[in-house]
C-alpha cells in the first residue's frame, strides 16, 4: 500500500524529516503500507544528505521511499495513494479530499497567523480527515480508521454563483 506526503510549495521540514524517522516508517509498515512517497519542495532533510537532491529512491525500516522536490502535477500520486499526509495548505486539503482519499494533515505552525490549524481543526470537526502535529504523527497513524471519515460533498458550483448574485442583489 502506498502513502503519498505532499508539503506543497512551501517549506515544512519537520513533517519530511517525521515521515523518514524510524517510529512513522515502523508503524507505516506494521500498518501495511510499504512504500512512500514524498514531494519535500523546498524543505531541507537534515538528517541525510542523500535526500537532499532533486530525486532519490532508498528502502528504510521495511519501507520503499522515493522523494522528490517538484513535480507539475501531483493528482497521479494523490490518486494512487491508499493513504495522503500533508500539509494543511487548502488547495492540497480540498484537492484529497474531491478525490475521496483518507487524508491526514499536519498544519505548520511556523505560518503566520495559524490559518492552517483553523483549517484543519474545522475539516477535523466535520469529519473529513484527521488533524495531528508533529510530535504525535506516528500514534496518529497507527490510530488512524480511514472507515470513520465522512465524504466530502461533491464540488457545487451553483452555491457560488448564488451568494455573488445575492451579494450584487440580483436575486
Not at 528504510?60 to 520503499?64: A, I, L, S, T
Given at each position: ?29 506494521d500498518?501495511?503500507?510499504d512504500r512512500l512517497?514524498?514531494?519535500?519542495g523546498n524543505s ?13 529512491t532508498?528502502q ?5 521511499i ?9 493528482q497521479a500520486?494523490c490518486e494512487?495513494?491508499?493513504l ?7 488547495g492540497?486539503?480540498l ?8 487524508l ?5 505552525p511556523?505560518?503566520?497567523?495559524n490559518?492552517q ?21 506516528a500514534?496518529?497513524i497507527?490510530?488512524f ?12 458550483g451553483?452555491?457560488?454563483?448564488k451568494l ?5 442583489g440580483f436575486?
Open positions: 500500500m502506498l502513502v503519498f506526503v505532499t508539503v506543497g510549495s512551501t517549506r515544512f521540514d519537520a513533517l519530511v524529516e517525521a515521515s523518514i524517522s524510524e517510529p512513522v516508517l515502523s508503524t507505516l509498515r500498518s501495511g503500507y512517497i514524498i514531494q519535500r531541507v532533510i537534515e538528517s541525510s544528505e542523500e535526500f537532499n537532491g532533486e530525486s532519490c532508498i528504510r525500516h521495511g519501507v520503499d522515493e522523494i522528490w522536490r517538484f513535480k507539475p502535477f501531483i500520486e494512487q495513494a491508499d495522503v499526509i500533508s500539509h494543511a495548505g487548502s492540497t486539503i484537492d484529497v479530499l474531491r478525490l475521496g482519499k483518507p491526514i494533515v499536519v498544519p505548520n511556523t505560518l503566520l497567523d490559518h490549524e483553523e483549517l484543519a481543526s474545522a475539516l477535523q470537526i466535520l469529519g473529513h480527515l484527521k488533524a495531528t502535529s508533529i510530535q504525535d504523527l500514534s496518529t497507527a490510530l480508521e480511514p472507515r470513520d471519515l465522512v465524504p466530502f460533498p461533491p464540488f457545487d451553483t452555491k457560488f454563483s455573488v448574485d445575492e451579494e450584487m436575486i
